[in-house]
Every structure is written in structure tokens, then in C-alpha cells.
């Protein structure tokens, strides 16, 4: 089993920045994981926003967060990170860390929601205008 714990989320203005963590445990090295970000506003589904594979380090990201967020991992603490500046009203939502146990080939295909195995409990992300 994998435990997945983001922390990291608040309040923040309008061109500010965040980084989101997530602590990532269970009997596992994660070497095969892929590793994602997801969020999701009230009212509105759960969206991909950037994914990385645990070994290798190969990133995804939505266009709508392109150059302006950065996922990243460092594998001794086995913690994922999202870099989150420049932001927007429109980034508010809860910001949801998930893992992905057999992975598909493709870094595209992993913005699927249905790809991942495991999910965290989520962080509140609100930017004010």
C-alpha cells in the first residue's frame, strides 16, 4: 500500500508563488512510478496538471500551467514537488498528489486520471485577485 500526504497549499496573491509537497510512502522504491499532479475546482472535474516518472526524471505538463509550474521529485525523500509561480485566480482548487504503479509508455498518456492507483487527500490552493 502507498500513502501519499500533500502539504504546501493556502492562500496567496495574484502573481505569487507556492510549492506543493507530497511525501510518498509504503513498501516500494517507486523506481517504476509515475508521479502526478492533479486539481480540481468546486464545481469543475479533476484535471491534470503535470506528471514525472520516478526514474529518470522525464517531465509533462498541461499547457495551462506550461512555464509557469515545475514538477519534480527527489528520490532519497521519496517526495514529490510542484513549483507553482505566476499564479492566476484560475489555479484555485484542491491540488490532489497521485501515483501511478505500471505506467504507460508514452509521458502523454499519463494526464489520464484513470492511469493512477493511488491518491492523496488533497491541498487547498486559493489565489486572490
Known amino acids: 500500500q502507498v500513502q501519499l500526504v500533500e502539504s504546501g497549499g493556502g492562500l496567496v496573491q495574484a502573481g505569487g508563488s507556492l510549492r506543493l509537497s507530497c511525501a510518498a510512502s509504503?513498501?516500494?522504491?517507486?523506481?517504476?512510478?509515475?508521479m502526478g499532479w492533479f486539481r480540481q475546482a468546486p464545481g469543475k472535474e479533476r484535471d491534470f496538471v503535470a506528471a514525472?516518472?520516478?526514474?529518470?526524471?522525464?517531465?509533462y505538463h498541461a499547457d495551462s500551467v506550461k512555464g509557469r509550474f515545475t514538477i519534480s521529485r527527489d528520490n532519497a525523500k521519496k517526495t514529490l514537488y510542484l513549483q507553482m509561480n505566476s499564479l492566476k485566480p484560475e489555479d484555485t482548487a484542491v491540488y490532489y498528489c497521485?501515483?501511478?504503479?505500471?505506467?504507460?509508455?508514452?509521458?502523454?498518456?499519463?494526464?489520464?486520471?484513470?492511469?493512477?492507483?493511488?491518491w492523496g487527500q488533497g491541498t487547498q490552493v486559493t489565489v486572490s485577485s
Open positions: 497521485a501515483a501511478d504503479r505500471d505506467p504507460p509508455y508514452t509521458m502523454a498518456t499519463t494526464r489520464n486520471l484513470g492511469e493512477y492507483d493511488y
Open positions: 509504503g513498501r516500494t522504491t517507486f523506481s517504476s512510478y509515475v
Open positions: 514525472i516518472r520516478w526514474i529518470g526524471g522525464n517531465t
